[in-house]
Structure formats: structure tokens, C-alpha cells
């Protein structure tokens, strides 16, 4: 057996659009090993284990980059002519459009190099091409950039603004320990009579009802369902959720789980479960309209709903046998579509429909969430957070196999917040999949996660551009970057933008290739400026009116330090205890930096003003916290999200990076009823401050 040559490794992987070198952050040039190539070029479908191997991957990819015909779905923009593949179509040859709204255009194809090309079009959506020669394939037409912000505010003065919250953090009385969709219609009709224009969230992706205790919302089992456990029983059945917490005998457990500072998501989660499977069993088949109502939506959801319900009782079942991973299971159960999961899904029918009704129920109440937001006033209401990829173990990998790639994890390579890289664990998309399915699995997310939103956060939106892929089992340093369909998804993500009337952001902290951020901000993508990280070349706390038009201002994120938390010092002290901080006197160093940096934001928060008032002391985290709303609120960004946790001025974070169950991450409950939180004095002119901040940017 002959083993293939790097050389023509190194090719093969360009081709195939790995890269072969990378500079990290600090300028180096580093070459990846032609084992990771190999490996990543094999979760990629082109084995090159042996010369033979890689010859014939390069024939398949040559193939396929040099075939006849149309691809699945061509994308381009509004008002642009479009060029078709070369050898397909020619110059005065006739074509038919059958557009999305029903009319039909008809013309010739225009000259184009070595081949035809349609004139521009206006009419956005996804419409159908004929060619003469019978060739078909769908056109996708995308508007030149997203949804703005202000196309949907309207008239309305000022600039916008809302907050974000971590909806399993919300506290109302009688949510058995973790926050509902009901809560958080109740959170934005209260911020909308304030003026806030939007609330976002962290990702209500579904996560993996068997196994409540595995809880970050960025490892989902699916990136198409709802997470089940933010559903309110009493939203849909009233007093018959008392009814089932008295009859399971939890009245009293719940109430301890209300209480309670930390979630505790194992037994609060199965005991919203069972909650809800006793209204399911014995009142949800006295209640005619509700059970009409979801046979509606299961007739629409089709098989996305039906793949994910069966995974979830294959998975319960499967994991009482200790296997946790589907790709653990008996052969004939790995096949979403084998004849085995088919017959299993009809001995277990009760079950498979039982979680066909939770995500009917979690659909329900984040579209009653969003609905309370509009009809309050909000011009944006709910933003939607799309996490980068999902759990390889869950529903979505197991459901969408030939769209997923397998033996590879989505990562960071080293910059300045982790200096070895990271690996998330995640699964992504195929790039190659995608184009070859049309780019169905890529638009299937976007309206899944737009559905009941007037905002999405694309999550490391530098993934439409290119991700960081680590074979399994290797460390962070040994990756590549895998380059993704860049103009085709960004007019994806524009086109739907456009259809659902919903405003993009895209997370692009990290290491970010050059040009990409004002190919974003020319589409409407709006980045994210970070109070932390908003500085000059010098590295100087850069004033408001410097910061991107095109971007959402912060304070922090749910994975940096809240700004009390940061004034304190209190982050630095938490991962000095995790030992991620390895040293007591890096600890001192770092809070000595942070004294300096203090002085330095407080100068640029004052940059106006004369005199500079005198900086709170290192105990007054509330008046910094004041200060900081204030000096983000007057930003130039088209949007400010203040997180809650500096609504309230709080010192904990919701997530701290590199730690999993050493530290309550993802379990922090506000520390009092929403509505009272809201009420008290010190929160009304946090509000009040920023608002008026925001009728005060320029």
C-alpha cells in the first residue's frame, strides 16, 4: 500500500478548500501536518489514505467543480446580472422564470465569456430558471443587504435599544425553577413600555430531554428544535398544571426548586417533564381546539419534528443501556430512515408524539413571546440566537448525516482570550453538502431560527467565511481552516433576512480575516462592539461616537466578565480559584492591569467632558455599572443590548469559558421575582439612562 505524497496531500486539501498554512494572531505562519489534512479531508468524504485514495478524490472533486449542467440552487443579488456556468446556456438562447409570486418572465440569455447570463432582476425570492434545453435549477435573487434596524423602527426618534437575558434565568412565581417562554413575553411587554425596541436571548436551541443535566444552550442536540424545558404548563392548560403538580406530588419540590439561587437542571427538568407528560396524557385529550391546533402544527413542521421526537425516545431508551451517542447504538438504529427506527417509533407511538407536542408547546410559547413584545410596542422584539453547530451525539447530526460532517469539531485556533485554542466539541455543516443539497440545510436553519424573531445573532458569524476544524481528539493547535460558500450563504442570509422582516447580527469577535467585517457591514450585518474590546490601535478605550455604525454596542457578553464583575476585579479572582489564572502573582499582575484599564475606560467614558469627574472607588461597581450603560447607550451602533446581569448590577457572570461542571455555568438564577427586579429604583434609572442615552447617539 502506497501512502499518498504531502505534496499532493497539500493539493488535494487546497482543492477541497482546506487551508494548508495559518498566521495566528500574533503574526506567525504556521503549516498544518499532513495527518490533520488527511483527517479532515476524510470527514470530508476524500479518503487519501493510500496514493489510489487520493487520486481519486481528486477526481471526484474535479469532477465535480467541472460538471455540465446547473448546480441545485444558484444565488445572486437584486439587480445584478447573473452569470451561469461555464458551457451552460448561450448567448440568445431563450429562458423562462417562473418567479416566487407567480409571474413568469421570459427572455435570452445574454453574452457572457463562455457562457449565457440572465439579465438583472428586482424581484427578490426564490424562483425557478428553465433553459431551452430543459436544464432547471432554482434561482434564489437576494436583496443587496438584510433588514435594518431602522426599516423596522420606522418614525420612531432616537436610536434602538433593548437587553439581553438568559432566559432559564428569569424568576416569576409558580416557573418550578427555570425560566418560561411565558416569562419572557412578560419581560418584553415590561421593557417595551420603556422604550425598549428588542430583547434577545441565548439560544433556546433543543437540547436533549433525557439527559436534563447536559445544559449549555451551545451544544444543542438540534439546531431546529426548541428547547422543551422553557415551556409554561400553565400557559396552555391553566389550573390543570396544579392539577398534575398535585397529582405527581412535586408541589412541594417545585417550590424548593423556585426558590433556589442555581438551577438545578436534572431534577427541575424532569420534573417539568413529567408535569407535562400527566397534561399530555389525561387533559390534552379533553381539550378538542389545542389538540386541533397541534395537529396543525405537526402537519407543518413535517420531518424535521418527526426525526427529532423519534430521536428522543431512541435516545432515553438507548441511554438506560448506558449509550449515550447515537453512533454507539446497534447498527439498523444509526439510520434515521432504517426500517428498524420506523417499526421502533410505531410500538412507541405515545412517546414519539409526546415530544412532537412539546416542541408544538415550545413553538406556541416563544410565538406568544414575540407576539407580547410587538403588540407592546417593540419594533424588533425577540433576537434569536443561532449557536455555530451542534452536538455530534444529538438529533440534528443524527438526522441530517449526509449534511454533517463527521470526525471533525468546530474551534478557535489560539488568540488573545485563549492562547492554546480552543475545541467546541460542535459538529458542522459540510460546505460541500450543502451546495450539492442545494443549500437546503443551510436555509432549513435560517427559518427555524427567524421563525418567531424580528433579530437573529449568528453566532461566530465568521462561519459563513470559514471555521477552525480540529480532527477528534486532537488539541486546538492541530487544526485548519475549512473554507465555506461565503457569497452564496451571505445572500442566503439577506434573502431570508428579507422574507422574515428580521434584523442579522453577526458575533465577530476572535480572529477575523480582513475585509470580511465591512463585507458584513456593507450586507446590514451588524457586528458586535464590545465595551471591552472597542479601542485604537494604541490600545486606547476608543470614545462612543468611534464605534461601527453597523453593529450592536455592549457592555460585555455571556461569556466576559459582567461590568461589576469587571470593576471588581471578581473575574479575575474566579479564574485564579478554577486555575485557569495558574498563579497568584499573575492574579496581582492582572488586577494591577486592570487598575490601569480602569483609569483609562473612565478617561474615555468622559472623553466630552470638562472636568473628567472623579472614577468611582474599586467598591462602587453600581456607579461604574451607571457610567458604562451610559457610554455604550451614547455609541454610534444602530443598536445597544444591555446584558441583565448590568441591569441589575450584578457581579456573576452567566458562562465562564474552559470550565464545565467546576463552575455553575449556565444555572444562575436572577436573585428575585422579574417584576420586582424590575420595579426597584436603582434598575428604573438604569433604564431611564439608557434610553435617554440612546435619544441622545449620534
Not at 294 to 302: D, K, M, N, P, V
Not at 305 to 310: G, K, S, T
Amino acid at each position: 500500500m502506497t501512502s499518498a505524497p504531502p505534496n499532493d496531500l497539500r493539493e488535494l486539501a487546497t482543492l477541497a478548500g482546506i487551508a494548508v498554512n495559518w498566521e495566528d494572531f500574533r503574526g506567525a505562519r504556521h503549516q498544518v501536518q499532513p495527518e490533520i489534512l488527511r483527517r479532515l479531508l476524510a470527514a470530508l468524504d476524500l479518503p487519501c489514505d493510500t496514493a489510489g485514495d487520493l487520486a481519486d478524490s481528486r477526481q471526484r472533486l474535479t469532477a465535480a467543480s467541472t460538471q455540465a449542467g446547473l448546480p441545485p440552487l444558484l444565488t445572486t443579488l437584486q439587480g445584478m446580472r447573473t452569470s451561469l456556468r461555464p458551457g451552460v446556456g448561450q448567448a440568445g438562447s431563450l429562458f423562462r422564470l417562473t418567479l416566487e409570486s407567480g409571474r413568469c418572465i421570459e427572455g435570452r440569455l445574454q453574452d457572457h465569456a463562455a457562457g449565457g447570463a440572465l439579465p438583472p432582476l428586482e424581484e427578490p425570492g426564490y424562483h425557478r430558471l428553465t433553459l431551452d434545453d430543459g436544464t432547471t435549477t432554482t434561482l434564489a435573487v437576494a436583496p443587496q443587504r438584510c433588514t435594518s434596524v431602522d426599516e423596522l423602527r420606522g418614525d420612531k426618534t432616537g436610536r434602538a435599544w433593548g437587553v439581553a437575558a438568559q432566559l432559564y434565568g428569569l424568576r416569576t412565581k409558580g416557573d418550578g425553577g427555570i425560566g418560561t417562554y411565558g416569562a419572557l413575553g412578560r419581560l418584553a411587554g415590561r421593557l417595551a413600555a420603556d422604550g425598549a425596541d428588542a430583547v434577545a436571548v441565548s439560544p433556546v436551541h433543543a437540547l436533549f430531554s433525557a439527559e436534563p443535566g447536559h445544559r449549555s444552550p451551545y451544544s444543542p442536540s438540534s439546531r431546529l428544535l426548541l428547547n422543551a424545558l422553557h415551556i409554561d404548563p400553565r400557559e396552555a392548560f391553566g389550573s390543570a398544571a396544579m392539577d398534575a403538580a398535585g397529582a405527581l406530588d412535586l408541589q412541594s419540590e417545585l417550590d424548593r426548586l423556585e426558590s433556589s439561587a442555581l438551577i438545578d437542571w436534572k431534577i427541575a427538568g424532569k420534573a417539568r417533564l413529567a408535569q407535562l407528560r400527566w397534561l399530555h396524557d389525561r387533559v390534552l385529550p379533553t381539550m378538542p381546539g389545542l389538540q386541533a391546533e397541534f395537529e396543525q402544527h405537526r402537519l407543518a413542521a413535517g420531518g424535521a419534528l418527526a426525526d427529532h421526537a423519534r430521536f428522543e425516545v431512541l435516545h432515553a431508551h438507548f441511554l438506560e443501556q448506558g449509550l449515550w451517542s447515537w453512533r454507539e447504538w446497534p447498527s439498523a438504529f444509526r439510520d434515521p430512515g432504517s426500517p428498524a427506527v420506523l417499526a421502533f417509533a410505531r410500538e412507541h407511538a405515545d412517546g414519539v408524539r409526546f415530544h412532537e407536542v412539546l416542541q408544538w408547546l415550545a413553538a406556541r410559547g416563544l410565538r406568544r413571546a414575540q407576539s407580547s413584545a410587538r403588540a407592546s410596542g417593540m419594533s424588533i422584539g425577540l433576537i434569536a440566537d443561532l449557536a455555530v453547530g451542534s452536538d455530534p451525539n444529538g438529533s440534528h447530526a443524527w438526522s441530517r448525516q449526509r449534511e454533517t460532517l463527521v470526525g471533525a469539531s468546530i474551534g478557535a485556533p489560539p488568540d488573545e482570550l485563549a492562547a492554546n485554542g480552543q475545541v467546541w466539541g460542535l459538529a458542522a455543516l459540510s460546505p460541500t453538502a450543502m451546495r450539492d443539497g442545494g443549500f437546503n440545510a443551510f436555509i432549513e436553519l435560517l427559518r427555524a431560527n427567524m421563525a418567531n424573531a424580528g433579530g437573529i445573532r449568528i453566532d461566530h458569524v465568521l462561519g459563513l467565511n470559514r471555521l477552525w476544524m480540529v480532527p477528534d481528539g486532537a488539541s486546538p493547535l492541530e487544526g485548519a481552516y475549512l473554507a465555506y460558500p461565503r457569497e452564496d450563504l451571505l445572500r442566503l442570509v439577506a434573502l431570508e433576512s428579507w422574507r422574515h422582516r428580521c434584523v442579522v447580527i453577526g458575533e465577530d469577535l476572535g480572529t477575523v480575516p480582513p475585509g470580511f467585517r465591512d463585507d458584513l457591514s456593507d450586507r446590514e450585518v451588524l457586528g458586535m462592539s464590545v465595551l471591552w474590546f472597542e479601542r485604537g490601535d494604541a490600545g486606547n478605550f476608543l470614545p462612543g461616537r468611534e464605534w461601527r455604525r453597523t453593529s450592536v454596542a455592549m457592555t460585555t457578553t455571556h461569556d466576559l466578565p459582567t461590568s461589576a464583575g469587571w470593576w471588581l476585579g471578581h473575574d479575575i479572582e474566579v479564574r485564579r480559584n478554577l486555575g485557569i489564572v495558574p498563579s497568584d502573582s499573575e492574579a496581582r499582575d492582572q488586577l494591577k492591569q486592570r487598575g490601569s484599564e480602569h483609569k483609562a475606560l473612565w478617561q474615555a467614558m468622559h472623553a466630552d467632558a470638562d472636568p473628567v469627574p472623579a472614577a468611582p472607588s474599586a467598591n462602587e461597581a453600581p456607579a461604574f455599572v451607571d457610567a458604562a450603560i451610559r457610554h455604550v447607550g451614547r455609541s454610534a451602533a444602530a443598536l445597544a443590548v444591555i446584558p441583565m446581569e448590568d441591569v441589575f448590577a450584578l457581579v456573576e457572570a452567566p458562562n465562564v469559558p474552559g470550565t464545565s461542571d467546576e463552575h455553575p455555568n449556565w444555572r444562575r438564577r436572577l436573585p428575585g421575582d422579574l417584576d420586582g427586579m424590575l420595579d426597584a429604583p436603582a434598575v428604573r434609572q438604569r433604564l431611564a439612562t439608557l434610553a435617554e442615552a440612546r435619544g441622545d447617539a449620534t
